[in-house]
């Protein structure tokens, strides 16, 4: 066995099913196996999202062995082998050259060694390939970090990192995923790094910190932030360096970004959702799923919890908003539970449920231009409903019109 080989591991199912993969590439006279975050999630028996393949074959070559291929990286040595109705990301051993633009690498070399292939990965938990055989193939102490849960580079960590900064926010990232703890060396470039962040672009930060603010160990994730500055670094932080302060020490997991952005625009109404979404280039459902919270959360303020608020608020936010409620009013006594009594006693779903329309209205009030009143009283109506002050029959919501008739401006 080579030495930097260690034990044989077992195989779980996830690996057992692209076994064939490996076979496969191997039974054409290539090196095929198991890298990356796949065999250090192995390791350390956490659920397996997605296999990566390395391969001493190129990807002009896989396409010959394989008949349904995406070439969806070529030019970096990616493709995707769909074997089994499932996608298998297959990438040629390569060495990486100068990083001009701090994202990719200005050109790949492929290579027919794994060896030279792993010493090019961020760090050492992650620099791992697992053969055909079980066997773990470890150059960088790997396995012994991830025993030791330590987050160390590959190489010298100033020249890893600078390569790519978005590397500073993974650490961190894996740190709050995975609740490891980050070595000095690391750390040291990380804090001299930290102003590199600034160029990269925002869609790469986000996509890093949205797991970083979901992972369970969080709190470590955030210590590390604070005492490196790092969020002098990020959008909208960098502009507003008071917020992280106003985070309680226990920091909790979040959802998503827009109950992380929602929090904050409520511990600081000078930075508005729209400012927080510009900011960080937030898709269209994060800033409806924003304003949606933070709406219900003046109207809490105002009124509690009631079924107006919840009728409002989309039912797949209620935990978001719960959370939200945890951070902000420590005595509420909201509960999920409280949450789905009030919403079985919801009556309609939308507008559309209720059984007058504007076509009624226009009936009733003959007299009556058209125009904005129709809107103004099937919205109170809508309300008086959902708050049960009005049975949403015929009879009754023309009699609540009576007492409630249009108001025209």
């Known amino acids: 066995m080579n030495e930097n080989e260690g034990d044989a591991v077992m195989l779980t199912q996830p690996f057992k099913q692209a076994l064939p993969i490996l076979e496969t590439i191997i039974n054409h006279g290539y090196e095929a196996y198991f890298v990356g975050g796949c065999v250090r999630d192995l390791i350390l028996e956490r659920d397996i999202h997605d296999i990566d393949i390395a391969t001493s074959a190129s990807p002009y070559e896989i396409q010959q062995i394989f008949?349904?291929?995406?070439?969806?990286?070529?030019?970096?040595?990616?493709?995707?082998?769909?074997?089994?109705?499932?996608?298998?990301?297959?990438?040629?051993?390569?060495?990486?050259?100068?990083?001009?633009?701090?994202?990719?690498?200005?050109?790949?070399?492929?290579?027919?060694?794994?060896?030279?292939?792993?010493?090019?990965r961020d760090f050492t938990m992650n620099a791992l390939a697992i053969d055909i055989h079980g066997r773990v193939i470890d150059l960088f102490k790997g396995s012994e970090d991830i025993n030791q849960k330590m987050i160390r580079t590959v190489g010298?960590?100033?020249?890893?990192?600078?390569?790519?900064?978005?590397?500073?926010?993974?650490?961190?990232?894996?740190?709050?995923?995975?609740?490891?703890?980050i070595a000095k060396d690391t750390l040291q470039s990380m804090q001299d790094l930290r102003n590199s962040i600034q160029t990269l672009a925002t869609e790469r930060i986000l996509s890093e910190?949205?797991?970083?603010?979901?992972?369970?160990?969080?709190?470590?994730?955030?210590?590390?932030?604070?005492?490196?500055?790092?969020?002098?670094?990020?959008?909208?932080f960098k502009e507003y360096p008071a917020l992280i302060g106003l985070l309680r020490e226990d920091v909790q997991p979040f959802r998503s970004f827009a109950e992380f952005i929602t929090l904050f625009h409520q511990l600081?109404?000078?930075?508005?959702?729209?400012?927080?979404?510009?900011?960080?280039?937030?898709?269209?459902?994060?800033?409806?799923?924003?304003?949606?919270?933070?709406?219900?959360l003046i109207y809490f303020r105002y009124h509690g919890l009631d079924t107006y608020l919840l009728y409002h608020l989309p039912q797949d936010l209620d935990q978001s908003f719960l959370n939200v409620l945890d951070r902000l009013f420590l005595d509420h006594q909201v509960t999920?539970?409280?949450?789905?009594?009030?919403?079985?006693?919801?009556?309609?779903?939308?507008?559309?449920?209720?059984?007058?329309?504007?076509?009624?209205?226009?009936?009733m009030y003959p007299d009556l231009k058209?125009?904005?009143?129709?809107?103004?009283?099937?919205?109170?109506?809508?309300?008086?409903?959902?708050l049960n002050e009005v049975r949403n029959t015929k009879y009754e919501l023309k009699e609540w019109i009576k007492c409630n008739p249009p108001v025209i401006n």
Not at 337 to 362: A, F, M, P, W, Y
Not at 374 to 383: P, V, Y
């Open 67 to 120: 008949e349904k291929v995406i070439p969806v990286g070529i030019e970096h040595g990616t493709v995707i082998v769909r074997h089994h109705h499932e996608s298998y990301e297959v990438t040629t051993f390569r060495i990486d050259g100068k990083y001009s633009d701090q994202r990719h690498p200005d050109a790949v070399e492929f290579v027919r060694d794994i060896h030279e292939d792993l010493k090019r």
């Open 156 to 181: 010298n960590s100033y020249d890893r990192l600078k390569e790519d900064p978005l590397r500073i926010i993974r650490a961190l990232r894996f740190s709050s995923q995975l609740g490891f703890n």
């Open 209 to 236: 910190f949205e797991k970083l603010i979901k992972g369970t160990y969080i709190n470590s994730a955030f210590q590390y932030l604070k005492n490196l500055k790092i969020d002098q670094s990020l959008p909208i």
């Open 268 to 296: 600081d109404g000078s930075v508005s959702i729209h400012t927080w979404v510009k900011s960080w280039k937030c898709s269209n459902k994060t800033k409806h799923e924003a304003i949606a919270l933070n709406e219900a």
């Open 336 to 363: 999920n539970d409280v949450i789905k009594t009030i919403r079985s006693t919801i009556v309609i779903e939308s507008k559309r449920d209720l059984l007058i329309n504007g076509n009624d209205l226009i009936k």
């Open 370 to 386: 058209k125009g904005k009143w129709i809107q103004d009283l099937l919205q109170r109506m809508e309300k008086a409903v959902v």
